[in-house]
């Protein structure tokens, strides 16, 4: 989509339509995990000090899994943006990341170059993510009789007082 605002001769820009993180969420839960199984992904800072471990962040489905690195590369800023949520003091704003998801068979991390990625425009509809659950945000967890579970766990009970 091209715009151009203001007075004058404005000049045309290309606008990328964004994702939002509540709309990738209800993507990811809404497909079936036999037809779209979650696919571990991490970032790692791109930094001479680090010693460049994958620190994961969450997960992606792909619409007959057919896009995980268009997944990846598209949903990078959801990424990244979880990534610092869940680790503030490891990942700092400034730090420049890299992407990558999880290989089961080859059981091994697999960067993915988003410059060659095609991620074009209406990938959005065929991909999800979640993120790893944040308590102390709220962000990516599962409700149930208003308290925080394991999305496959029952409600967490209050320790009795003794």
Known sequence: ????????????????????????????????????????VAVRILNEADDGEWVEVGYVKSQDNLFTEAAVARQRALIAEHAKRLY???????????????????EEWVTVNVKEVDSSDGIERKIGFEGIADPATGFYCHYKEGRIVDKQAAPVQKLKER
């Open 88 to 106: 503030p003091l490891k990942i700092l704003p400034k730090f420049k990341l890299e992407w990558g998801y999880y290989k089961e068979d080859s």
């Open 1 to 40: 989509m091209k715009v151009s605002g203001g007075f004058g001769a404005g000049k045309d820009k290309d606008v990328a339509s964004k994702i939002k993180p509540k709309g990738q969420w209800d993507r990811y839960t809404s497909m079936d995990n036999k037809t779209a199984p979650p696919v571990r």
